[in-house]
């Protein structure tokens, strides 16, 4: 039998490594909260509703909503579906990258945050901060800047309808352009 010994130095060293790298989470969220640590990266499941999904500050998340709601942590990089209406997306700010689809539910796009919403089902209503920039993708045309699919606020400005007339933008470029 071979006995290691590692010393002292060399073990904090390879602690100090592991954490950094930091871990690599998936969970099925079924019936409860998946939550994503601060700077992990993570990926999760909704076989059964409600799911929740919570993405800490700094990580790079992605989550199944399922009536429930997923948030993006200040400074956090999200991905979000919805399986199951209602389903509500949250993205606190200061984030980078922060897409979610939203159903009979709202989206929110926090200050200094770049937003991609997509409306499965209406009504979504969407809020978007001074300084965030967002685009909200409506199911068809007609439907985009009605009470189905709206842009409630839009900083101190006004949502665009887009030349696709299914998409709204609110200090951001429309698609195509």
Do not use: Y
């Not at 969970?27 to 700077?39: L, P, R, Y």
């Not at 919570?54 to 399986?83: I, V």
């Not at 001074?130 to 709206?150: I, Q």
């Amino acid at each position: 039998m071979f006995v290691f010994h590692l010393s002292r130095a060399l073990l904090a060293i390879l602690v100090a490594m592991t954490l950094a790298v930091g871990c690599n989470s998936s969970a099925d969220c079924s019936n409860g909260t998946c939550v994503c640590g601060q700077n992990d990266q993570c990926g999760f499941t909704c076989d059964a509703p409600p799911c929740h999904v919570d993405c800490a500050s700094g990580s790079s998340c992605s989550g199944t909503c399922s009536n429930g709601t997923c948030t993006c942590e200040q400074g956090a990089s999200c991905s979000f579906e919805c399986s199951t209406p209602p389903c509500h997306v949250a993205c606190d700010g200061q984030n980078t990258s922060c897409a979610g689809t939203c159903a009979n539910g709202s989206c929110t796009c926090g200050s200094g945050s770049t937003c991609s919403f997509t409306c499965a089902a209406g009504p979504c209503h969407t809020t978007c901060a001074d300084d965030a920039k967002c685009v909200v993708e409506c199911p068809n045309a007609g439907v985009a800047g009605t009470e189905d699919c709206d842009i409630t606020a839009c900083g101190s400005g006004a949502a665009i309808l887009c030349p696709d007339k299914h998409t709204l933008a609110c200090n951001a470029s429309c698609p195509g352009d």
